[in-house]
């Protein structure tokens, strides 16, 4: 074969891939959008150590861990959260054709850990998750979505983003020993007042770095923070040997050590994760009513996520319109939906769009080819799932401190000279972390934005749809009472 032919079936190929994409329409080229590919993977790989750590350590209401355990098992669950992100995300690039990569949503894995499984078991958890994002899929065919998502006022939309990300910051200040319970206050900082353990010591040295990090604007800051501490732990551990944490010794890893494990390559099955699963226990095993609140709160954290990544990002990459759409609207609400229900499928918690695409955005990415490559490298993460248990919390959890930050920088949009919207905001930001609970704060929020408007006379003004959500929050508020009332409790 001479090299022209070569050259010539290379070019055809080039082409096809280009029509496909519509690369050189969007002003992009082949070679750019791979390098916005590498770039949004390590932008956001972190959640491959993060997630596992935050939901396979957490124990369901039978003291269980996911996959019916005695005692968690982190790579397997980080495998799962590779898979799923790197199929998805490459759906995401085939079918929505946009640079958008997905993957399990912080926040999201927050509730369902720390909410919803302390109520139930972990089948019937990722169950609910799976029903949610059923029900998206649905208000996206049905084209209801958008007007579900016009009845909630733009600003408690962006007060559940605030609350989410101070609730996240909470929880890697607590988890990583920075803050505990007090002998006399609920709270207090470090160890009696004091920071004198090694591991917090390792955290408050990794959540400066990746805060340089991140404000220097360097890619892949977070993951960068992550290793970089995590290195930090092993030499720590090595010289000083603070041990596991235990009543005997306050000092000590509050999760796992960070030595090296016997292998580095391996391989977890992560479709062992997918029969671990139940979408209807959660409604005949306990009160309806919680189970339906629960996956309302789980499609209104996602459904609004969702929409303003894709809007943000998207007019990054300059996709969107006058009208503020995005081409193949349709369908990237649709893969972003089937990422809902295939993260409660596969037992990793709720797969939503990332605004770390952001980054592959910045490097030149318009379409959906960096998707795919993205989604590829995804795919080869899971032959490095032994690696994550190296990583202690103490190295993962400045990354929840930072990413609450970005979250929480959206508070400008909020105007606190309005009280009729700003009181319900400041209860939804502040209920969240306060309680442990995001649903409390969206309930909240909704219940005293009615009541509000209710007596400054402007109840027509609030979506029926509104009224509904809040008077099932006010039902779930008062579950107490309503079970003595009845005999029930």
């Given amino acids: 074969m001479s090299p022209y032919c070569h050259s010539s079936r290379v070019s055809e190929t080039n082409s096809?891939?280009?029509?496909?994409?519509?690369?050189?329409?969007?002003?992009?080229?082949?070679?750019?959008?791979?390098?916005?590919?590498?770039?949004?993977?390590?932008?956001?790989?972190?959640?491959?150590?993060?997630n596992p750590l935050i939901i396979a350590t957490g124990k369901d209401a039978h003291q269980q861990f996911i996959g019916d355990g005695s005692t968690y098992n982190i790579p397997l669950v980080a495998a799962g959260t590779a898979f799923l992100a790197g199929v998805l995300t490459i759906l995401m690039g085939l079918v929505g054709r946009v640079p958008f990569a997905m993957a399990a949503g912080l926040g999201l894995n927050a509730f369902v850990t720390f909410t919803i499984a302390p109520k139930m078991s972990w089948e019937e958890a990722m169950g609910l998750v799976f029903v949610e994002g059923v029900i998206i899929a649905i208000l996206v065919l049905t084209g209801f979505r958008v007007a579900v998502f016009n009845a909630i006022p733009g600003q408690l939309k962006t007060a559940i983003s605030v609350g989410i990300g101070l609730f996240i910051a909470l929880i890697g200040f607590v988890d990583s020993g920075f803050v505990r319970k007090g002998a006399g206050t609920p709270l207090e900082l470090g160890i009696a007042g004091n920071l004198t353990s090694w591991p917090v010591f390792v955290f408050v040295v990794g959540l400066l770095i990746t805060a340089a990090l991140v404000a220097r604007k360097v890619k892949?800051?977070?993951?960068?923070?992550?290793?970089?501490?995590?290195?930090?732990?092993?030499?720590?551990?090595?010289?000083?040997?603070?041990?596991?944490?235990?009543?005997?010794?306050?000092?000590?890893?509050?999760?796992?050590?960070?030595?090296?494990?016997?292998?580095?390559?391996?391989?977890?099955?992560?479709?062992?994760?997918?029969?671990?699963?139940?979408?209807?226990?959660?409604?005949?095993?306990?009160?309806?009513?919680l189970a339906v609140l629960f996956v309302f709160t789980l499609l209104i954290t996602d459904f609004f996520d969702t929409m303003g990544t894709m809007v943000g990002v998207g007019r990054q990459a300059g996709l969107v319109d006058e009208q503020g759409m995005l081409p193949r609207t349709r369908q990237?609400?649709?893969?972003?939906?089937?990422?809902?229900?295939?993260?409660?499928?596969?037992?990793?918690?709720?797969?939503?769009?990332?605004?770390?695409?952001?980054?592959?955005?910045?490097?030149?990415?318009?379409?959906?080819?960096?998707?795919?490559?993205?989604?590829?490298?995804?795919?080869?993460?899971?032959?490095?799932?032994?690696?994550?248990?190296?990583?202690?919390?103490?190295?993962?959890?400045?990354?929840?401190?930072?990413?609450?930050?970005?979250?929480?920088?959206?508070?400008?949009?909020?105007d606190f000279t309005d009280y009729d919207t700003a009181i319900p905001a400041f209860l939804t930001i502040v209920v969240m972390p306060f309680t442990y609970s995001v649903?409390?704060?969206?309930?909240?929020?909704?219940?005293?934005?009615?009541?509000?408007?209710?007596?400054?006379?402007?109840?027509?003004?609030?979506?029926?749809?509104?009224?509904?959500?809040?008077?099932?929050?006010?039902?779930?508020?008062?579950?107490?009472?309503?079970?003595?009332?009845?005999?029930?409790?």
């Fill in 220 to 289: 892949g800051a977070i993951l960068i923070g992550i290793v970089g501490t995590t290195v930090l732990a092993a030499v720590v551990e090595l010289l000083a040997s603070p041990g596991k944490a235990s009543p005997d010794n306050a000092g000590g890893w509050m999760l796992n050590v960070p030595t090296v494990p016997e292998k580095i390559f391996g391989f977890e099955n992560p479709l062992v994760l997918f029969k671990e699963f139940d979408p209807i226990g959660a409604f005949t095993h306990g009160s309806v009513l």
């Fill in 16 to 50: 096809a891939i280009d029509r496909f994409f519509s690369i050189t329409e969007r002003g992009s080229t082949i070679s750019r959008e791979v390098r916005g590919g590498l770039a949004t993977f390590f932008t956001m790989a972190y959640i491959v150590v993060l």
């Fill in 439 to 489: 649903s409390n704060g969206i309930g909240a929020g909704f219940v005293s934005y009615v009541l509000i408007k209710a007596v400054r006379g402007k109840a027509r003004a609030v979506h029926p749809l509104l009224w509904l959500v809040a008077a099932l929050f006010a039902v779930y508020f008062a579950m107490g009472p309503i079970k003595v009332l009845l005999g029930l409790g």
């Fill in 332 to 414: 990237i609400l649709l893969v972003d939906s089937i990422g809902a229900a295939a993260g409660g499928a596969g037992s990793v918690s709720s797969n939503t769009t990332y605004i770390e695409s952001a980054a592959g955005v910045g490097e030149g990415a318009r379409t959906g080819l960096a998707s795919v490559v993205t989604g590829l490298l995804f795919l080869v993460a899971i032959f490095f799932a032994p690696l994550v248990e190296v990583v202690p919390y103490e190295a993962a959890a400045p990354a929840l401190v930072v990413v609450g930050f970005l979250m929480m920088t959206a508070i400008r949009d909020i």
